[in-house]
């Protein structure tokens, strides 16, 4: 019979879902103010690549300490998921354990999720270590690492224990209510029965210690979720169709303007007929810029990859130009993309993290351009760049931080001509030259002749 309890249950469970899917359906409207790129041809290997890369996490372990450890809170977040469908169902239907009838499996299950509940608390408290005490540098420093980014890992990781310890408290308590009511719990629990007196044995006692641990499980849980489109940790959901529709060309292969394209392909053959313009809601030509000036200018991908970024500083920390004191951080790139593609579209996020403009004194300086180039972005950070494509390399969840760098000096170069001189020469000389040095193709095997011809003399 459905009580009270199950109907406010419902009521808390209606509300936390309800959030979250309207913070979703307002992120994926920001996403689409991007343009739009086909990235649906070869769904095998894309599938291949998402169980291998987002699954499968063949990237983390590049590193391995930190990779075992992800991998038991990504595991466990996974399995003990399961356990959150029962408490589900036992919250709206006013069951007790209602999965336990599936016997061997369900003792399995319960098993496999304590031991990984137990690592989960392990993991976290050791990450909570590397940031806090030892201090990992590409996890502490950088001029995008300010206040929030710091404090927002803390968050989640402090946030995960607690929702281990309320499943631990909801486990032995329940435990031990069966033992004194001589009644058999489904499952098997070999962390909580190892301290199932660690509560006494008050009936009272631990019917309200069940209680509250499993409230504070669910209700957690569902505040976790809602919190996560504030946090780093969004990438837990965006991974997945992040790497799916990531690029299957090599890496070091760039993608050319299509408007300059169809220009080329009318001047060499003038029977070409240019696709039509794209239009706007209101039916008007939709004006393609040479390059990016604002997020808008990006494709959906580039944005997509801005909520997939789970700030773990692997690009950074490979970036040469970063090594060398340059102002370049790949991370900054992506995490200053999505700010503003935030402050220009419909922002979701409850928490409204700014992670560009929370630190007193910048490193990077910026005008007060309202546009991700400049106003967030220099060109003095783009021009760092050597197209090296080691951040792209590294990234755990293939993030493309290269192809938004090159579509921001674009438009420098074509709409601006904002590029270094020493580059201007260059162009100019191709122009004029049809190579990058300041002489005539006339005179290009010039040295061959001083090498190889005897001398007039």
């Known amino acids: 019979m459905i009580q009270l309890e199950n109907i406010i249950f419902l009521i808390v469970a209606a509300l936390g879902i309800g959030l979250f899917v309207w913070q979703i359906r307002k992120i994926r409207k920001n996403i689409l103010i991007g343009r739009d790129v086909d990235r649906s041809d070869n769904p095998s290997e894309r599938i291949n690549k998402t169980l291998l890369v987002a699954f499968g996490q063949q990237k983390m372990f590049?590193?391995?300490?930190?990779?075992?450890?992800?991998?038991?809170?990504?595991?466990?977040?996974?399995?003990?998921?399961?356990?959150?469908?029962?408490?589900?169902?036992?919250?709206?239907?006013?069951?007790?354990?209602?999965l336990g009838f599936m016997g061997p499996f369900y003792d399995g299950l319960m098993a496999v999720n304590e031991i990984l509940a137990a690592l989960v608390i392990v993991a976290c408290a050791i990450f909570l270590w590397r940031r806090n005490v030892t201090k990992v540098p590409r996890l502490a420093t950088g001029v995008e690492m300010r206040a929030w980014p710091k404090m927002d890992a803390n968050v989640i990781l402090i946030t995960e224990i607690v929702l281990m310890f309320a499943l631990f408290a909801f486990n032995i308590a329940d435990l031990k209510l069966a033992a004194l009511n001589n009644h058999t719990l489904p499952g098997t629990f070999p962390v909580s029965s190892s301290f199932v007196d660690i509560f006494g044995s008050d009936a009272g006692t631990l019917a309200n210690i069940a209680g509250v641990g499993w409230w504070i499980h669910i209700i957690g849980i569902l505040a976790f979720m809602n919190y996560l489109p504030s946090s780093k940790h969004f990438h837990i959901i965006m991974a997945f169709p992040n790497v799916y529709f990531s690029k299957l060309w090599p890496k070091g292969k760039f993608t050319t303007n299509p408007a300059i394209t169809h220009e080329i392909k009318a001047m060499l053959d003038p029977s070409?007929?240019?696709?039509?313009?794209?239009?706007?809601?209101?039916?008007?030509?939709?004006v393609q810029r040479f390059g990016v000036k604002d997020v808008e200018d990006l494709t959906w991908k580039q944005l997509m990859d801005s909520y997939t970024c789970?700030?773990?500083?692997?690009?950074?920390?490979?970036?040469?130009?970063?090594?060398?004191?340059?102002?370049?951080s790949p991370r900054k790139i992506v995490m200053d993309t999505r700010d503003r593609l935030e402050e220009k579209g419909e922002h979701p996020a409850i928490f409204a993290p700014n992670h560009y403009k929370e630190m007193g004194v910048e490193r990077v300086q910026t005008t007060d351009e309202k546009a991700l180039l400049r106003g967030y972005i220099t060109p003095e950070e783009l021009w760092a760049c050597t197209t090296c494509n080691a951040c792209v390399e590294s990234c755990p969840v293939n993030i493309d931080q290269l192809s938004t760098i090159m579509d921001l000096r674009r438009y420098l170069v074509l709409e601006e001509s904002a590029a270094p001189a020493s580059l201007n020469a260059m162009f100019t000389n191709i122009e004029n030259n049809g190579?990058?040095?300041?002489?005539?193709?006339?005179?290009?095997?010039?040295?061959?002749?001083?090498?190889?011809?005897?001398?007039k003399n």
């Open 435 to 455: 190579a990058p040095w300041a002489f005539p193709a006339s005179d290009r095997f010039n040295w061959a002749e001083d090498l190889y011809m005897p001398s």
């Open 62 to 98: 590049k590193r391995m300490l930190p990779a075992v450890l992800h991998l038991f809170v990504y595991v466990g977040f996974l399995v003990i998921n399961i356990e959150v469908l029962e408490i589900m169902i036992d919250g709206i239907f006013g069951t007790h354990r209602v």
């Open 272 to 286: 070409y007929q240019p696709p039509a313009p794209e239009m706007d809601a209101e039916g008007n030509p939709i």
């Open 310 to 328: 789970t700030e773990c500083g692997r690009c950074t920390s490979v970036c040469p130009a970063n090594i060398t004191g340059k102002l370049l």
